[in-house]
């Protein structure tokens, strides 16, 4: 199985309210809320930590089986993606290549 | 003067009485309208009564030149940054705006709405660099603290402003002024009158509560998840610049507000008996 790789985008605004992680995209203005579980994976998207990696943190925190949080995570971040505030690779994201891309 | 206006003056040096103008102070800001048209400044004087101030030195100094004849628009003004300088235009005026000089001109015809139009622009950039923001909501004071009211045209906005008794004073019927302070939020009466066209108290005070408006069949408090309250509050915040920085800053306003103040919906009835449940 090829790993995944994620990045935020520095063109949202992200804060914590009660349990969630509230984001606002800055350039569409549309928000989104995440879960605990999608919160640890926002968190996580270094550009540099695999995606299997960021999946068995949550199996472990979240005592979810580790296949079943893999596919979760993937589809987490393929929809985030598709709203373009976080960006998928199958390598790691650097920071000179990450442009609009947070920097770990 | 030239839409270029923003240029060469001495801003430190510039005498403070240097032009005739009307100085127009809200939420603690004064703001200068610079003209040499006696009829401007009456129109100012008179739609901003309550709220002129020519004592106090002005936070921002604008040169309006008055220009031919034009009709208010209903388009959206366009807020955009050039360099350090912003630039809002609408059918009806051109403004040029270097925040960090404090001086900036506006290009209209002699018509109340065009100012008008810039100092809710400038507020709102101002705010949104304080943490505080301009909100589609009515708001008055009663026994020493502000009550918000905001919900989507028609909630009731002007209906519950013209129900408030005596005791409570409305600071606006249509655009409520927040600002964080040392504990919690201020709101500041303002000028921008609704459908009750009627100017604001010149009053502030510690924000209580924010209330979205619904009406209904009785008056009662419903709970309301501070995620949608913040949606809903992001829907009713003035935004006029889409400028990312911007758009952080007003959405760190509007979470931090959210967490901070008790946010609630208030379903009412219109009749005077929902003042009972504000104090």
Not at chain 1, 50 to 78: C, G, H, K, M, Q
Not at chain 2, 44 to 64: D, T
């Amino acid at each position: 199985m090829s790993d995944k790789y994620i990045a935020r985008s520095t063109q949202v605004a992200s804060r914590k309210l009660g349990d969630e992680m509230v984001i606002m995209s800055a350039v569409d203005s549309t928000l989104f809320s995440l879960s605990e579980v999608a919160t640890l994976i926002w968190q996580a998207a270094d550009g540099k930590t695999p995606l299997s990696e960021i999946a068995r943190r949550v199996s472990t925190e979240f005592e979810v089986a580790p296949d079943a949080a893999y596919r979760d995570a993937e589809s987490f971040v393929d929809e985030l993606a598709s709203h373009g505030i976080l960006r998928v690779s199958d390598q790691p994201i650097l920071p000179s290549a990450r442009g609009a891309w947070e920097a770990a | 003067m030239t839409a270029t206006a923003v240029s060469s003056e001495n801003y430190l040096t510039t005498p403070e009485a240097a032009a005739s103008g009307v100085t127009i102070e809200i939420g603690d800001v004064p703001v200068r309208l610079e003209s040499d048209n006696d009829d401007f400044r009456r129109m100012m004087e008179e739609r901003y009564s309550g709220f002129v101030n020519s004592g106090s030195p002005p936070a921002y100094r604008f040169r309006v030149s008055i220009e031919s004849p034009s009709e208010p628009s209903d388009d959206d003004a366009r807020v955009w940054k050039q360099g350090r300088t912003w630039i809002f235009e609408r059918g009806d005026f051109r403004a040029e705006w270097n925040a960090a000089c404090r001086r900036g001109s506006i290009r209209q015809s002699l018509n109340p709405y065009s100012a008008d139009t810039v100092l809710r622009i400038v507020h709102s950039l101002v705010l949104a660099e304080q943490g505080g923001f301009l909100l589609h909501a009515a708001s008055a004071v009663r026994n020493g603290r502000a009550f918000l009211f905001t919900g989507i045209s028609g909630a009731g906005k002007t209906t519950i402003s013209r129900l408030a008794p005596p005791d409570a004073p409305v600071l606006t019927d249509e655009i409520s002024y927040v600002r964080p302070a040392a504990s919690g939020y201020h709101a500041y009466g303002t000028p921008f009158a609704g459908e009750l066209a009627r100017v604001g108290a010149n009053l502030s005070a510690p924000v209580a509560a924010l209330y979205f408006l619904e009406k209904g069949p009785t008056n009662c408090f419903e709970p309301i998840e501070k995620i949608a309250a913040a949606r809903s509050l992001l829907r009713n915040i003035l935004f006029f610049a889409h400028d990312e920085e911007l758009v952080k800053r007003v959405f760190d306003a509007a979470l931090g507000f959210v967490s901070r103040v008790p946010v609630t919906r208030l379903v009412f009835t219109p009749d005077e008996r929902v003042w009972n449940l504000i104090a």
